[in-house]
C-alpha cells in the first residue's frame, strides 16, 4: 500500500506522455509542460497514449524517484481539461490506480488542516 506524506499535492497530465522517457524526460515535461517545479516534492503523473502505463516523478532527499505501474487488463482513466494538468488529492490518486472512477464519486465536506510546511513526497510500498 502506498503512502503519501499529509499535503502533498498530485498533478495529473491531461495530454499522453511518451513512456520511452524516464528521470531526465520526465523532469522536463514537468517544467515545460506542466509548468511546475520537479523539486517542490508536488508528485507529477503520465499516463501513455493507450492508458495501460503510467509514471509518477517525484523529488526525494537529493534525487528523482519514477514509480510506475503497468495494467495487464484495462486502461487508466482519462483526465479531461483545458489545462495542461488536473490537481488532484491522495485520496483521489489511489482510488484512480486502484481503477475507480473519481468522476463519479462525491466527496462529503470534511475538515482540512492548513499546513504551512510541506515535507517532500513519498511512496513507500
Known amino acids: 500500500m502506498a503512502t503519501l506524506p ?3 499535492r498530485v498533478f495529473v ?6 513512456m520511452r522517457k524516464s528521470f531526465d524526460g ?8 506542466l509548468r511546475q517545479d520537479p523539486v517542490s ?8 497514449r493507450s492508458g495501460s502505463l503510467a ?6 532527499r537529493g534525487g528523482f524517484c519514477v514509480w510506475a505501474k503497468k495494467l495487464e487488463q484495462g486502461r ?8 495542461a494538468a488536473v490537481e488532484i488529492n491522495d485520496t483521489q490518486l489511489m482510488m484512480w490506480i486502484d481503477g475507480i472512477e473519481v468522476s463519479a464519486m462525491q466527496q462529503r465536506k470534511r475538515f ?5 510546511a510541506r515535507s517532500s513526497a513519498t511512496i513507500s510500498l
Open 41 to 48: 516534492g508536488d508528485l507529477f503523473v503520465f499516463v501513455n
Open 6 to 8: 499529509v499535503g502533498v
Open 13 to 18: 497530465s491531461t495530454e499522453p506522455a511518451d
Open 55 to 60: 509514471k509518477i516523478l517525484y523529488w526525494r
Open 76 to 83: 487508466f482513466a482519462r483526465w479531461s481539461s483545458s489545462q
Open 112 to 116: 482540512k488542516l492548513l499546513t504551512t
Open 26 to 33: 520526465l523532469v522536463a515535461l514537468t517544467r515545460r509542460v
